[in-house]
Protein backbone atom coordinates (compact mmCIF):
# COMPACT_ATOMS: atom_id res chain seq x y z
CA UNK A 1 0.00 0.00 0.00
CA UNK A 2 1.28 4.04 -0.81
CA UNK A 3 0.12 6.99 -1.64
CA UNK A 4 2.39 6.64 -5.27
CA UNK A 5 1.41 4.40 -7.83
CA UNK A 6 -1.52 2.83 -9.12
CA UNK A 7 -5.13 2.33 -6.88
CA UNK A 8 -4.15 -1.25 -6.08
CA UNK A 9 -8.49 -1.93 -4.90
CA UNK A 10 -7.96 -5.54 -4.57
CA UNK A 11 -5.22 -5.11 -2.22
CA UNK A 12 -7.13 -2.60 -0.30
CA UNK A 13 -10.23 -5.51 -0.43
CA UNK A 14 -7.65 -8.10 0.85
CA UNK A 15 -7.66 -5.69 4.15
CA UNK A 16 -11.37 -6.29 4.89
CA UNK A 17 -12.04 -9.43 5.86
CA UNK A 18 -15.55 -8.73 6.00
CA UNK A 19 -15.30 -8.27 1.89
CA UNK A 20 -15.04 -11.98 1.38
CA UNK A 21 -18.23 -13.29 3.27
CA UNK A 22 -20.90 -14.08 1.25
CA UNK A 23 -24.25 -12.96 1.83
CA UNK A 24 -27.51 -14.83 0.71
CA UNK A 25 -24.87 -17.44 -1.15
CA UNK A 26 -23.42 -14.69 -3.41
CA UNK A 27 -20.11 -12.69 -2.76
CA UNK A 28 -21.35 -9.57 -1.02
CA UNK A 29 -21.38 -6.27 -2.56
CA UNK A 30 -21.08 -3.70 0.08
CA UNK A 31 -22.37 -0.24 -1.17
CA UNK A 32 -23.71 1.12 2.09
CA UNK A 33 -20.67 2.91 2.98
CA UNK A 34 -22.44 6.24 3.71
CA UNK A 35 -24.28 4.74 6.27
CA UNK A 36 -21.18 3.20 7.87
CA UNK A 37 -17.86 1.69 6.41
CA UNK A 38 -16.52 -1.82 6.46
CA UNK A 39 -13.28 -1.55 8.99
CA UNK A 40 -9.86 -3.04 7.37
CA UNK A 41 -7.68 -5.52 9.36
CA UNK A 42 -5.29 -2.91 10.49
CA UNK A 43 -8.39 -1.23 12.71
CA UNK A 44 -9.45 -4.75 14.09
CA UNK A 45 -6.66 -5.54 14.99
CA UNK A 46 -5.04 -2.19 16.73
CA UNK A 47 -8.27 -1.96 18.64
CA UNK A 48 -7.80 -5.74 19.35
CA UNK A 49 -4.52 -4.81 20.59
CA UNK A 50 -5.66 -2.59 22.92
CA UNK A 51 -7.99 -4.90 24.79
CA UNK A 52 -5.68 -7.64 24.63
CA UNK A 53 -1.90 -5.22 25.83
CA UNK A 54 -2.77 -2.02 26.56
CA UNK A 55 -5.71 -0.95 27.94
CA UNK A 56 -6.58 1.02 31.37
CA UNK A 57 -8.63 3.91 31.91
CA UNK A 58 -7.10 6.73 30.55
CA UNK A 59 -5.74 10.17 32.51
CA UNK A 60 -6.48 8.21 35.89
CA UNK A 61 -3.82 5.99 36.77
CA UNK A 62 -0.02 6.17 37.44
CA UNK A 63 -0.05 2.93 36.58
CA UNK A 64 1.76 1.57 33.11
CA UNK A 65 -1.15 0.72 31.40
CA UNK A 66 -3.02 3.84 32.06
CA UNK A 67 0.06 5.66 31.37
CA UNK A 68 0.24 3.57 27.97
CA UNK A 69 -3.65 3.98 26.92
CA UNK A 70 -3.61 7.50 27.92
CA UNK A 71 -0.59 8.04 25.49
CA UNK A 72 -1.93 6.30 22.59
CA UNK A 73 -5.74 7.56 23.22
CA UNK A 74 -3.76 11.15 22.79
CA UNK A 75 -1.50 10.53 19.80
CA UNK A 76 -4.92 9.18 18.14
CA UNK A 77 -6.28 13.10 18.67
CA UNK A 78 -3.49 13.91 17.40
CA UNK A 79 -3.62 11.97 14.28
CA UNK A 80 -7.25 13.45 13.84
CA UNK A 81 -6.05 17.13 14.40
CA UNK A 82 -3.51 16.31 11.60
CA UNK A 83 -5.79 15.12 9.33
CA UNK A 84 -8.08 17.94 9.39
CA UNK A 85 -5.31 20.42 9.89
CA UNK A 86 -6.60 21.78 13.63
CA UNK A 87 -4.08 24.39 15.04
CA UNK A 88 -3.88 22.48 18.48
CA UNK A 89 -5.19 19.06 19.96
CA UNK A 90 -6.99 21.78 22.07
CA UNK A 91 -9.36 22.13 18.76
CA UNK A 92 -10.25 18.39 18.35
CA UNK A 93 -13.13 17.25 21.18
CA UNK A 94 -13.61 13.07 21.34
CA UNK A 95 -17.45 12.99 20.47
CA UNK A 96 -19.94 9.86 20.24
CA UNK A 97 -20.10 10.48 16.39
CA UNK A 98 -21.29 13.61 14.21
CA UNK A 99 -24.50 13.59 16.26
CA UNK A 100 -23.05 14.46 19.58
CA UNK A 101 -20.92 17.13 18.05
CA UNK A 102 -23.86 18.76 16.35
CA UNK A 103 -25.77 18.69 19.84
CA UNK A 104 -23.16 19.51 21.72
CA UNK A 105 -22.34 22.98 19.88
CA UNK A 106 -26.21 23.47 20.28
CA UNK A 107 -26.04 22.96 23.85
CA UNK A 108 -22.95 25.10 24.69
CA UNK A 109 -22.96 27.70 22.15
CA UNK A 110 -25.87 27.60 21.31
CA UNK A 111 -27.56 28.03 24.34
CA UNK A 112 -25.13 30.74 25.23
CA UNK A 113 -25.23 32.75 22.67
CA UNK A 114 -28.28 32.49 20.80
CA UNK A 115 -31.22 35.37 21.66
CA UNK A 116 -35.13 35.24 20.62
CA UNK A 117 -35.49 36.37 16.85
CA UNK A 118 -31.89 35.43 15.57
CA UNK A 119 -32.03 33.34 12.85
CA UNK A 120 -29.96 29.61 11.92
CA UNK A 121 -29.64 28.25 8.83
CA UNK A 122 -29.67 25.33 7.74
CA UNK A 123 -30.54 23.73 3.75
CA UNK A 124 -33.32 21.33 2.81
CA UNK A 125 -30.77 18.44 2.24
CA UNK A 126 -29.53 18.43 5.91
CA UNK A 127 -29.10 14.78 7.81
CA UNK A 128 -32.22 15.57 10.93
CA UNK A 129 -28.33 15.39 13.30
CA UNK A 130 -28.33 18.93 11.88
CA UNK A 131 -31.64 19.93 12.17
CA UNK A 132 -33.29 18.58 15.02
CA UNK A 133 -30.73 19.79 17.90
CA UNK A 134 -31.24 23.29 16.15
CA UNK A 135 -35.28 22.51 16.23
CA UNK A 136 -34.95 21.71 20.21
CA UNK A 137 -33.01 24.87 20.68
CA UNK A 138 -35.25 26.76 18.41
CA UNK A 139 -38.06 25.70 20.58
CA UNK A 140 -36.59 26.74 24.00
CA UNK A 141 -35.45 30.21 22.55
CA UNK A 142 -37.73 31.91 20.11
CA UNK A 143 -35.08 31.30 17.22
CA UNK A 144 -35.93 31.38 13.81
CA UNK A 145 -35.17 28.35 11.60
CA UNK A 146 -34.21 29.05 8.10
CA UNK A 147 -34.02 26.43 5.00
CA UNK A 148 -31.88 26.96 1.70
CA UNK A 149 -33.68 24.98 -0.97
CA UNK A 150 -32.06 22.81 -3.21
CA UNK A 151 -32.85 22.93 -7.12
CA UNK A 152 -34.39 19.95 -8.32
CA UNK A 153 -31.19 18.16 -9.57
CA UNK A 154 -29.36 18.43 -5.96
CA UNK A 155 -27.80 21.47 -6.47
CA UNK A 156 -26.65 23.96 -3.86
CA UNK A 157 -27.49 27.09 -5.33
CA UNK A 158 -25.28 30.28 -3.75
CA UNK A 159 -27.35 32.76 -4.55
CA UNK A 160 -30.13 30.90 -2.47
CA UNK A 161 -28.21 30.93 0.04
CA UNK A 162 -27.14 34.89 0.10
CA UNK A 163 -31.19 35.78 0.02
CA UNK A 164 -31.76 33.84 3.80
CA UNK A 165 -29.04 35.81 5.14
CA UNK A 166 -29.42 38.66 7.17
CA UNK A 167 -28.50 41.00 10.26
CA UNK A 168 -29.94 38.42 12.51
CA UNK A 169 -28.23 35.45 10.85
CA UNK A 170 -26.29 34.15 14.35
CA UNK A 171 -25.14 30.67 12.87
CA UNK A 172 -25.00 28.81 9.20
CA UNK A 173 -25.32 25.40 9.45
CA UNK A 174 -24.61 23.15 6.67
CA UNK A 175 -23.78 19.85 5.23
CA UNK A 176 -20.27 19.57 3.66
CA UNK A 177 -21.46 16.49 1.16
CA UNK A 178 -25.09 15.56 1.15
CA UNK A 179 -26.24 11.73 2.66
CA UNK A 180 -28.51 11.79 -0.33
CA UNK A 181 -27.72 13.26 -3.30
CA UNK A 182 -24.00 13.05 -3.20
CA UNK A 183 -23.64 17.07 -3.67
CA UNK A 184 -21.19 19.23 -2.28
CA UNK A 185 -21.65 22.77 -1.45
CA UNK A 186 -18.96 25.06 -2.02
CA UNK A 187 -18.05 25.30 1.90
CA UNK A 188 -15.56 27.78 2.02
CA UNK A 189 -17.61 30.47 0.06
CA UNK A 190 -20.88 29.72 2.29
CA UNK A 191 -18.44 30.15 5.13
CA UNK A 192 -16.85 33.39 4.00
CA UNK A 193 -20.26 34.61 3.29
CA UNK A 194 -21.70 33.36 7.22
CA UNK A 195 -18.93 35.34 8.63
CA UNK A 196 -19.39 38.44 5.92
CA UNK A 197 -22.62 38.81 7.89
CA UNK A 198 -21.22 37.87 11.53
CA UNK A 199 -22.35 34.76 11.79
CA UNK A 200 -20.40 31.22 13.25
CA UNK A 201 -20.35 28.23 10.49
CA UNK A 202 -20.91 24.52 11.62
CA UNK A 203 -19.98 22.04 8.92
CA UNK A 204 -21.46 18.49 9.01
CA UNK A 205 -18.46 16.77 7.85
CA UNK A 206 -19.96 13.19 7.77
CA UNK A 207 -19.57 12.65 4.18
CA UNK A 208 -17.60 14.17 3.51
CA UNK A 209 -13.68 13.59 5.55
CA UNK A 210 -13.51 9.99 3.97
CA UNK A 211 -13.54 11.42 0.34
CA UNK A 212 -11.80 14.54 0.32
CA UNK A 213 -9.21 16.43 2.06
CA UNK A 214 -10.57 18.68 4.59
CA UNK A 215 -8.48 21.39 5.77
CA UNK A 216 -10.34 23.27 8.77
CA UNK A 217 -7.61 26.56 8.73
CA UNK A 218 -7.82 27.18 5.00
CA UNK A 219 -12.03 26.37 5.37
CA UNK A 220 -12.04 28.70 8.34
CA UNK A 221 -14.90 27.23 9.55
CA UNK A 222 -16.18 27.66 13.36
CA UNK A 223 -17.39 24.07 14.20
CA UNK A 224 -16.80 20.91 11.65
CA UNK A 225 -17.94 17.60 12.72
CA UNK A 226 -17.28 13.58 11.90
CA UNK A 227 -17.73 10.54 13.01
CA UNK A 228 -15.14 7.53 12.99
CA UNK A 229 -17.58 4.88 11.90
CA UNK A 230 -18.14 5.93 8.11
CA UNK A 231 -14.29 6.80 7.76
CA UNK A 232 -13.58 2.53 8.30
CA UNK A 233 -12.93 3.25 12.35
CA UNK A 234 -14.64 2.22 14.97
CA UNK A 235 -18.37 2.65 15.91
CA UNK A 236 -19.32 4.91 19.07
CA UNK A 237 -16.44 7.80 18.04
CA UNK A 238 -16.48 10.88 15.98
CA UNK A 239 -15.00 14.52 16.84
CA UNK A 240 -15.89 17.96 17.15
CA UNK A 241 -12.92 20.75 15.58
CA UNK A 242 -14.11 23.76 17.24
CA UNK A 243 -12.20 27.39 16.67
CA UNK A 244 -10.02 27.92 19.89
CA UNK A 245 -11.40 31.40 20.67
CA UNK A 246 -15.06 29.70 20.94
CA UNK A 247 -14.44 26.22 22.58
CA UNK A 248 -12.58 28.68 25.35
CA UNK A 249 -15.48 30.81 25.89
CA UNK A 250 -18.45 28.11 25.95
CA UNK A 251 -19.69 25.84 28.79
CA UNK A 252 -19.49 22.58 29.56
CA UNK A 253 -21.55 19.83 27.51
CA UNK A 254 -22.05 17.65 30.63
CA UNK A 255 -20.74 17.16 34.21
CA UNK A 256 -18.75 14.35 35.65
CA UNK A 257 -15.24 13.23 35.92
CA UNK A 258 -12.38 14.14 34.02
CA UNK A 259 -13.77 17.79 32.72
CA UNK A 260 -12.65 19.64 36.15
CA UNK A 261 -9.72 20.81 37.22
CA UNK A 262 -11.45 20.96 40.82
CA UNK A 263 -14.99 20.21 42.51
CA UNK A 264 -16.07 21.76 46.19
CA UNK A 265 -19.76 21.00 47.09
CA UNK A 266 -19.90 24.98 46.40
CA UNK A 267 -18.39 25.02 42.72
CA UNK A 268 -16.25 23.20 40.29
CA UNK A 269 -14.15 24.55 38.08
CA UNK A 270 -13.20 23.42 33.98
CA UNK A 271 -10.71 21.29 32.71
CA UNK A 272 -8.74 22.80 30.02
CA UNK A 273 -9.62 22.19 26.85
CA UNK A 274 -9.87 19.88 24.90
CA UNK A 275 -10.88 17.55 28.04
CA UNK A 276 -13.86 20.86 29.56
CA UNK A 277 -15.66 18.65 27.25
CA UNK A 278 -15.06 15.41 27.97
CA UNK A 279 -16.91 13.98 30.59
CA UNK A 280 -16.72 10.73 32.13
CA UNK A 281 -14.53 7.32 30.63
CA UNK A 282 -14.68 8.18 27.15
CA UNK A 283 -14.47 5.68 24.19
CA UNK A 284 -10.84 4.34 24.24
CA UNK A 285 -10.23 1.80 22.28
CA UNK A 286 -12.43 3.57 19.58
CA UNK A 287 -10.28 6.48 19.49
CA UNK A 288 -7.69 4.91 19.18
CA UNK A 289 -9.11 2.49 16.30
CA UNK A 290 -9.79 6.19 14.90
CA UNK A 291 -6.45 7.00 14.72
CA UNK A 292 -5.44 3.85 13.23
CA UNK A 293 -8.22 4.14 10.49
CA UNK A 294 -6.88 7.88 9.74
CA UNK A 295 -3.60 6.60 9.41
CA UNK A 296 -4.84 3.54 7.20
CA UNK A 297 -6.52 6.61 5.01
CA UNK A 298 -3.23 8.67 4.91
CA UNK A 299 -1.63 5.77 3.35
CA UNK A 300 -3.68 5.21 1.01
CA UNK A 301 -4.33 8.71 0.18
CA UNK A 302 -7.62 10.19 0.61
CA UNK A 303 -7.45 12.20 -2.74
CA UNK A 304 -6.78 9.22 -4.66
CA UNK A 305 -9.35 7.39 -3.00
CA UNK A 306 -11.95 10.39 -3.93
CA UNK A 307 -10.54 9.82 -7.67
CA UNK A 308 -11.16 6.17 -7.76
CA UNK A 309 -14.59 6.60 -6.09
CA UNK A 310 -15.30 9.67 -8.91
CA UNK A 311 -14.53 6.82 -11.06
CA UNK A 312 -17.06 4.78 -10.01
CA UNK A 313 -19.57 7.19 -9.46
CA UNK A 314 -19.56 8.33 -13.34
CA UNK A 315 -20.00 4.57 -13.93
CA UNK A 316 -22.64 3.97 -11.82
CA UNK A 317 -24.47 6.74 -13.28
CA UNK A 318 -24.00 5.63 -16.51
CA UNK A 319 -24.95 1.85 -15.53
CA UNK A 320 -28.17 2.78 -13.21
CA UNK A 321 -29.12 5.24 -16.08
CA UNK A 322 -29.77 2.50 -18.81
CA UNK A 323 -31.73 0.48 -15.98
CA UNK A 324 -35.42 0.78 -17.82
CA UNK A 325 -37.93 2.82 -15.10
CA UNK A 326 -35.29 3.97 -13.38
CA UNK A 327 -34.71 7.68 -12.30
CA UNK A 328 -31.59 8.92 -10.48
CA UNK A 329 -32.35 11.66 -7.59
CA UNK A 330 -29.46 14.07 -7.27
CA UNK A 331 -27.26 14.87 -10.27
CA UNK A 332 -25.49 17.99 -9.26
CA UNK A 333 -22.39 18.54 -11.32
CA UNK A 334 -19.26 17.38 -8.75
CA UNK A 335 -21.21 15.13 -6.55
CA UNK A 336 -19.67 12.07 -4.96
CA UNK A 337 -19.82 8.99 -3.03
CA UNK A 338 -23.50 8.19 -3.23
CA UNK A 339 -25.95 7.39 -5.77
CA UNK A 340 -29.82 7.54 -5.14
CA UNK A 341 -32.64 6.30 -7.62
CA UNK A 342 -35.95 5.29 -7.72
CA UNK A 343 -37.88 3.25 -9.95
CA UNK A 344 -41.20 3.20 -11.41
CA UNK A 345 -41.90 -0.63 -11.25
CA UNK A 346 -41.25 -1.05 -6.92
CA UNK A 347 -40.34 1.02 -3.62
CA UNK A 348 -37.24 1.21 -2.72
CA UNK A 349 -37.83 -1.01 0.01
CA UNK A 350 -38.76 -3.63 -2.71
CA UNK A 351 -35.46 -2.53 -4.47
CA UNK A 352 -33.32 -2.99 -1.28
CA UNK A 353 -34.63 -6.70 -0.24
CA UNK A 354 -34.80 -7.88 -3.98
CA UNK A 355 -30.95 -6.73 -4.39
CA UNK A 356 -29.73 -7.97 -1.18
CA UNK A 357 -30.83 -11.24 -2.08
CA UNK A 358 -28.31 -11.18 -4.53
CA UNK A 359 -25.94 -10.24 -1.85
CA UNK A 360 -25.98 -6.81 -2.83
CA UNK A 361 -26.27 -4.82 0.29
CA UNK A 362 -27.98 -0.61 -0.59
CA UNK A 363 -30.22 1.24 1.75
CA UNK A 364 -33.55 2.31 1.22
CA UNK A 365 -35.73 5.06 3.04
CA UNK A 366 -35.73 8.73 4.00
CA UNK A 367 -31.88 8.60 4.83
CA UNK A 368 -32.66 10.55 7.92
CA UNK A 369 -33.19 13.62 5.35
CA UNK A 370 -36.77 14.08 5.71
CA UNK A 371 -37.08 17.51 4.94
CA UNK A 372 -35.30 16.84 1.52
CA UNK A 373 -37.48 14.08 0.92
CA UNK A 374 -40.45 16.21 1.08
CA UNK A 375 -38.64 19.08 -0.75
CA UNK A 376 -38.03 16.86 -3.91
CA UNK A 377 -41.91 15.32 -3.47
CA UNK A 378 -40.56 11.89 -2.63
CA UNK A 379 -41.13 9.45 -0.04
CA UNK A 380 -38.12 7.69 0.15
CA UNK A 381 -35.35 6.26 -2.47
CA UNK A 382 -32.80 3.61 -2.75
CA UNK A 383 -29.38 4.37 -2.30
CA UNK A 384 -25.89 3.07 -3.31
CA UNK A 385 -22.81 4.70 -1.99
CA UNK A 386 -19.30 3.84 -2.50
CA UNK A 387 -16.41 3.14 -0.85
CA UNK A 388 -12.24 2.90 -1.21
CA UNK A 389 -12.61 -1.09 -2.06
CA UNK A 390 -15.52 -0.76 -3.89
CA UNK A 391 -15.24 -1.87 -8.00
CA UNK A 392 -16.64 -1.32 -11.47
CA UNK A 393 -17.52 -4.92 -11.17
CA UNK A 394 -19.57 -4.67 -8.16
CA UNK A 395 -21.64 -1.65 -9.96
CA UNK A 396 -21.93 -4.35 -13.07
CA UNK A 397 -23.63 -6.62 -9.70
CA UNK A 398 -25.80 -3.95 -8.36
CA UNK A 399 -26.81 -2.85 -12.25
CA UNK A 400 -27.72 -6.20 -12.89
CA UNK A 401 -29.82 -6.99 -9.54
CA UNK A 402 -31.80 -4.50 -10.44
CA UNK A 403 -32.88 -6.00 -13.92
CA UNK A 404 -34.15 -8.94 -11.28
CA UNK A 405 -35.83 -6.36 -9.39
CA UNK A 406 -37.11 -5.34 -13.04
CA UNK A 407 -37.86 -8.31 -13.57
CA UNK A 408 -40.24 -9.87 -10.54
CA UNK A 409 -42.45 -5.99 -9.93
CA UNK A 410 -41.94 -4.37 -13.64
N1 LIG B 1 -25.88 9.31 7.94
C1 LIG B 1 -26.66 7.61 6.38
O1 LIG B 1 -27.00 6.46 6.10
P1 LIG B 1 -23.97 9.70 13.23
O2 LIG B 1 -25.20 8.84 13.23
O3 LIG B 1 -23.94 10.66 14.37
O4 LIG B 1 -22.71 8.93 13.07
O5 LIG B 1 -24.05 10.58 11.88
C2 LIG B 1 -25.17 11.35 11.61
C3 LIG B 1 -25.05 12.01 10.28
C4 LIG B 1 -24.90 13.38 10.24
N2 LIG B 1 -24.73 14.03 9.07
C5 LIG B 1 -24.73 13.38 7.89
C6 LIG B 1 -24.52 14.15 6.63
C7 LIG B 1 -24.90 11.99 7.88
O6 LIG B 1 -24.87 11.35 6.70
C8 LIG B 1 -25.08 11.29 9.09
C9 LIG B 1 -25.32 9.81 9.10
C10 LIG B 1 -26.08 7.87 7.75
O7 LIG B 1 -26.74 8.54 5.58
C11 LIG B 1 -26.87 7.22 8.82
S1 LIG B 1 -28.49 7.90 9.01
Not at 72 to 98: C, L, M, Q
Request: proline residues 3%; aromatic residues 6%; negative net charge.
Amino acid sequence: MGANGAYDVESYRADFPILSTQVHGHPLVYLDNAASAQKPRQVIDRVSEVYETGYANVHRGLHYLSEKATADYEAARETIRSYINARSTAEVIYTRGASEAINLVAATWGRQNLREGDEIIVTYMEHHSNIVPWQLLRDEKGLVLKGVPIGPDGTFELAAFKALLTDRTRLVAITHVSNVLGTVVPVKEVIRLAHEAGAVALIDGCQAVQHMTVDVQDLDCDFYVFSGHKLYGPSGIGALYGKEALLEKMPPYQGGGEMISSVTLEKSEWADLPHKFEAGTPAIAQAIGLGAAIDYVKAIGVERIGAHERDLITYATQRLSAVDGLRLVGTAAGKVSVVSFVMDCAHPHDIATIVDRQGVAVRAGHHCAQPLMDHLDLSSTARASVGLYNTRAEIDALADSLDKVRAIFG
